[in-house]
């Protein structure tokens, strides 16, 4: 009797990896930060969480796509990991091709548009400091992380979202100094 593929899953084991042990606790905290792909999440921050997370233990230097392969599926909340499990059988040999379909999926072209939209039209709220509009600015870039806005034109962009009033107090200490 022939014996199928061993494992029916989109993501692909590397041939050349070496057996780890998964310890369960890792597990368990892998598991505590699912992504469920809701449009209020955030594919970039659940990727950065992942790589937080997995950064607490040892990975041998060349293993990390792996490992990466290995947990990420315990990453994923139910409906999102029925997405992982939609693609062909041993599709995803890569990480970088899973993390490629990840935001394809999750932050497609309009929500790009959309936060990009917000960061350029961004402004500082009535009666709110200018700490707290900097603070909601750097989220909207964090949430945006291939923006593709230099420095000179965040600060541009933030700079004309001030209140005026709050732009001549900028004004009058930057020509002071």
């Known amino acids: 009797m022939q014996q199928g593929p061993r494992h029916f899953f989109g ?6 990896a070496k057996a780890m042990e998964m310890k369960p606790t890792f597990l368990c905290l892998i598991s505590a930060y699912q992504f469920a792909g809701t449009d209020h999440k955030d594919p970039y921050t659940h990727l950065s969480t992942f790589y937080e997370l997995s950064g607490i233990i040892d990975i041998l230097e060349g293993e990390e796509e792996a490992v990466y392969l290995r947990f990420f599926s315990f990453s994923l ?12 059988n041993q599709s995803l040999t890569s990480w970088s091709i899973v993390e490629e379909k990840l935001l394809n999926r999750f932050f497609p072209p309009f ?3 959309n936060a990009k939209l917000d960061i350029s039209t961004s402004r500082q709220g009535p009666e709110k400091p200018i700490c707290e509009a900097w603070e909601r600015f750097k989220s909207l870039l964090r949430k945006c ?5 230099e420095d000179v034109a965040q600060l541009s ?21």
């Not at 993501?11 to 050349?16: E, I, V, Y």
């Not at 992380?145 to 806005?149: D, I, R, S």
């Open 11 to 16: 993501l692909a084991h590397p041939p050349n």
């Open 77 to 88: 909340a139910v409906s999102t990991k029925a997405w992982l499990q939609s693609h062909p």
């Open 111 to 113: 929500i790009y548009i």
């Open 145 to 149: 992380h291939n923006h593709g806005f």
């Open 157 to 177: 962009i933030f700079c004309n979202g001030l209140r005026p009033k709050t732009k001549m107090i900028l004004n009058a200490v930057v020509v002071e100094q």
